[in-house]
């Protein structure tokens, strides 16, 4: 009797028990948010560039001027929605483009405690033990955290991620 089929038949539902939880991950808080926005891209022409020469390539790529991002010569041009690459190829195949990519979302954490903020006789009590609310991996309620930065707006959209409850290592029941 030949085991060796079987045997290579359990190796293979064991090793794909294992990548299983590989796979599971956070999930953003609430609506899910794109990489980028649909609907924006940042352009930047290179010096001495006309400005006839800007509004035709503006045309070409089917864009209008939000704005310069301050401090930069970045312009934020707003473009028909689902038509960033479309868009991105026409300003990126003209010589007079320094750079053009898409508006990407960045995520921005920020403590929501600083040093001497925290209750005294909460876990921990002492204050030496800084932004506790946030180490998720000590005591996770399901917390939100994150802020994504929304550049159309200059909003923050707040959480970005939530917590799963209790998956943690129970510190509080340990102190």
Known sequence: MNTLPAQRVLLFIYVL???VPA???AQPAGPALDRFA???VLVKFRPGTPA?????VHAAANANFVRTLTGTE???MRVPSGAVDRSLNAYR??????TADKNYRRVIYLPATWEGSETIGTPPNDLT???FNE???LHNTGQAFGLTLNYNSTAYLYPSYEGVPDADINAPEAW
């Open 23 to 25: 796979g599971i991950q």
């Open 129 to 131: 033990f800084q932004n």
């Open 38 to 40: 649909p609907d924006t």
């Open 52 to 56: 006839a020469t800007k509004a035709q």
């Open 74 to 76: 970045v312009l934020l």
């Open 93 to 98: 195949n003209n010589p007079n483009i320094l």
């Open 135 to 137: 180490q998720w991996n």
């Open 17 to 19: 028990l294992l990548l």
